[in-house]
């Protein structure tokens, strides 16, 4: 609703990239009344993040934002190459039954879509609006932002998402405080023609004096990126040219590297900061907003769209007065760690980057690791793509497997056959309830009969349970081998005492 501008709505996104966009789309296609401001006019094509890691694709394929597996469900894996700390060898892995492990798209393609769908949910985006204040006050959230030609505009929102990059309005305005590392390395990126096109080949280069990543894209540019551990730029908000990378691509590589035609030359490092908290108040934070590392396994984007798909249906839920107390307070216990673990395993793989003789011996015996020890190579695999996160309880007994993800299953139920992806595409929590034993359990989730979305199937020979509460984002909150199912569901939803058996 507008009023000489003023907008009310339910909640309030600061920041159109992918992070902010995708939350967008997924509070709108719940019917959640969602503004987004953002202060660029238009997508940003400067090359940024452009890798999608498994939990994060699995997630996403889940919401429907991304298509499900090519290929009937299997019992296998299935893997596809990758790196840890520049060294080869490392296969990132998923069960066949899941899509592809790894996606490589260009980051301004995921803001694309994910801001088209946000739209075509009712969405409203305003671009070109600069924050300038955020304030809680009288049970809202405030913000204030300057529009095109001077024109301001004050939005009044139940709750407020800051996904507004890594210099946070929404932190900033909102008091939340940092754990902070200052920079240790300095880094150079940019995309140029080389004189030579062979002068450097594709991949990761490691010498005595540094790192050099180089790829050639169809266009004929040369994307490359260095790293010098030396010590942090004096510098580093200027703003690098040509000649600087140029003399910094043949310091590293031992010999003249001759290149023209710079495109998004840019500059940066090892700087991490944590947020103490993900949430003040009706105030949250989501993605680089909330967390920065090292860009080092690709692992920036797909933090913060897990991010997006954790908080999403919780605010959605509790809009809709259907969330438990507690419900928003589990977006911080759930997020806060698993990015605590992605800037611990980023500083661990810069760490192994280094210079030094005993470096290198310790790179010799992680390749060795990596290409002759499966078992290891997989544990680097899941912390790489995050699935090895295993969420905290909220309460009561959920059984062994609660907090992990429930991996796709092939179902047969009376209407016919489907899975879990399929199954979750509504974007509702799931009972599900296999084979006949499994009805017995509905009684006891009578009062939750309107969020839950109740599924019949036949009994699955690999899941020892007859039964399971399944999150929006596919991870699981109780399996009938645990406790009472109300104590886990009382953690999550408000009861709906008038509701009907489901």
């Not at 929404?170 to 940092?178: G, K």
């Not at 050639?216 to 790293?227: I, N, P, S």
């Not at 690791?369 to 959920?398: F, H, K």
């Not at 993800?405 to 199954?423: H, K, Q």
Request: charged fraction near 25%.
């Amino acid at each position: 609703m507008q009023e000489n501008g003023r907008l009310r709505t339910q909640v309030a996104v600061v920041g159109g990239g992918p992070v902010g966009m995708l939350l967008a789309a997924e509070l709108a296609s719940q019917g959640v009344g969602t503004v987004l401001l953002e202060a660029r006019d238009d997508v940003s094509e400067r090359p940024k993040a452009n890798t999608l890691h498994a939990r994060a694709v699995q997630c996403l394929a889940r919401r429907g934002h991304l298509p499900g597996p090519a290929a009937p469900p299997g019992s296998g894996t299935k893997g596809m190459p990758f790196h840890f700390a520049g060294l080869p060898g490392l296969v990132i892995t998923a069960p066949d039954r899941e899509p592809q492990p790894l996606l490589k798209y260009p980051q301004a393609q995921f803001e694309r879509g994910f801001e088209e769908r946000a739209r075509a949910a009712g969405a409203r985006i305003l671009r070109g609006h600069r924050v300038t204040e955020v304030a809680e006050q009288d049970g809202c959230v405030r913000i204030e932002a300057e529009g095109p030609h001077g024109r301001s505009v004050r939005v009044e929102a139940q709750y407020a998402v800051g996904a507004d990059g890594a210099r946070s309005a929404v932190r900033e305005h909102a008091a939340i405080t940092s754990d902070t590392e200052p920079a240790t390395v300095s880094a150079l990126m940019g995309a140029v023609t080389l004189t030579d096109p062979g002068a450097l080949p594709d991949g990761w280069q490691h010498t005595a004096h540094g790192w050099i990543v180089a790829k050639r894209d169809a266009g004929g540019l040369t994307h490359v990126r260095t790293l010098d551990c030396r010590g942090a730029h004096p510098g580093r908000h200027a703003p690098p040219t040509l000649e600087e990378l140029r003399r910094e691509v043949s310091r590293i590589a031992g010999r003249d590297i001759a290149m023209t035609g710079p495109r998004w030359l840019g500059r940066f490092s090892d700087v991490t900061r944590l947020a103490r908290t993900f949430r003040a108040g009706r105030v949250f934070v989501a993605g680089d907003a909330a967390h920065v590392h090292f860009p080092i396994g690709g692992q920036g984007l797909s933090t913060g769209v897990l991010d997006a798909l954790n908080l999403g249906w919780k605010l959605a839920l509790a809009v809709r007065g259907t969330a438990a107390p507690g419900l928003l307070d589990t977006y911080d216990a759930e997020r806060r760690p698993a990015a605590q673990r992605v800037i611990d395993n980023t500083r661990a793989q810069l760490a192994l980057m280094r210079p030094g003789s005993e470096l290198d011996a310790l790179r010799g015996v992680f390749r060795s690791l990596l290409l002759t020890d499966q078992e290891s190579g997989r544990r680097l695999s899941d912390l790489i793509s995050a699935q090895d996160t295993v969420l905290p309880a909220p309460a009561g007994d959920g059984g062994p497997a609660a907090g992990t993800f429930l991996a796709n299953l092939a179902l047969t139920t009376a209407t016919g056959d489907t899975d879990v992806i399929e199954l979750l595409q509504e974007g509702r929590p799931l009972l599900l309830l296999l084979g006949d034993g499994g009805a017995r359990h509905l009684d006891r989730a009578r009062a939750w009969g309107r969020t839950l979305k109740v599924v019949r199937a036949e009994p699955v020979p690999e899941v020892p349970y007859e039964a399971a509460v399944v999150r929006p984002d596919g991870y699981l909150a109780w399996t009938s081998d645990g406790g009472d199912l109300e104590a886990p569901l009382s953690a999550y939803f408000a009861q709906d005492a008038a509701a009907g058996r489901p």
